[in-house]
Structures are given as structure tokens and as C-alpha cells.
């Protein structure tokens, strides 16, 4: 089991940038791919990006692709999301998720309590 703690969220500006951190704590966490998902209000839950066990391999959504980029650190049971140009769209609530490399949430059985990102025009 592994529990997951986010941080890094706040108010921007349109065009900022922020970086989200995911702190995991438990022997395993290299043993799990990790996922980023944001929820905004009203709206269902989205995959954001996703990053294999080492790293090596990532997916991310369409609507985030060339701005966010997903990373993680092993040594430091920390996965990351750099997130740049941001627009007001991108305001929502962000968990971290580890369980498969999948962008499906109903597949990750594992959660942080989520990291609230607001972008203002």
C-alpha cells in the first residue's frame, strides 16, 4: 500500500506556470505507474498524464500535451507535473494516483486528497 500526498497547488495567472509535486510514503511506490487526474467543479474526473515504474515511458491527455510534463523520482518516492501556459481551463482540483499505467481512474486504487490549481484570466 502506499499513501500520497500532493502539494504545489495555489493561484496563477493565464499563461503561468506551476509544479505540482506527489510525495509517496511505503517501501512499494517504485513498484506502482503514477497518474495525474483533475476534477473541476461540477465535472467528472479527467486524466491529466501518466508515467510508468521507471519512468520511461508517459501518456498524456490531448488537452494538456506540449504544456504539462509529468516525471518522477524514485529516490525521493516523488512524481512531479510541470504545467505551463496554463489557461483557465485548466482550474480544478488535481490528485495524484498510483496503480496501473492507465488514464481509466476507476482503475487506480490508490489516491492522494487531491491539490486545488486556480488559474485566473
Known amino acids: 500500500q502506499v499513501q500520497l500526498v500532493e502539494s504545489g497547488g495555489g493561484l496563477v495567472q493565464a499563461g503561468g506556470s506551476l509544479r505540482l509535486s506527489c510525495a509517496g510514503s511505503?517501501?512499494?511506490?517504485?513498484?506502482?505507474?503514477m497518474g495525474w487526474f483533475r476534477q473541476a467543479p461540477g465535472k467528472e474526473r479527467m486524466f491529466v498524464a501518466a508515467?510508468?515504474?521507471?519512468?520511461?515511458?508517459?501518456s498524456y491527455a490531448d488537452s494538456v500535451k506540449g504544456r504539462f510534463t509529468i516525471s518522477r523520482d524514485n529516490t525521493m518516492n516523488t512524481v512531479y507535473l510541470q504545467m505551463n501556459s496554463l489557461n483557465v481551463e485548466d482550474t480544478a482540483v488535481y490528485y495524484c494516483a498510483a496503480g496501473p499505467f492507465s488514464s481509466d481512474y476507476t482503475a487506480m486504487p490508490y489516491w492522494g486528497k487531491g491539490t486545488l490549481v486556480t488559474v485566473s484570466s
Open positions: 511505503g517501501r512499494t511506490f517504485r513498484d506502482y505507474a
Open positions: 508515467i510508468n515504474w521507471s519512468g520511461s515511458r508517459t
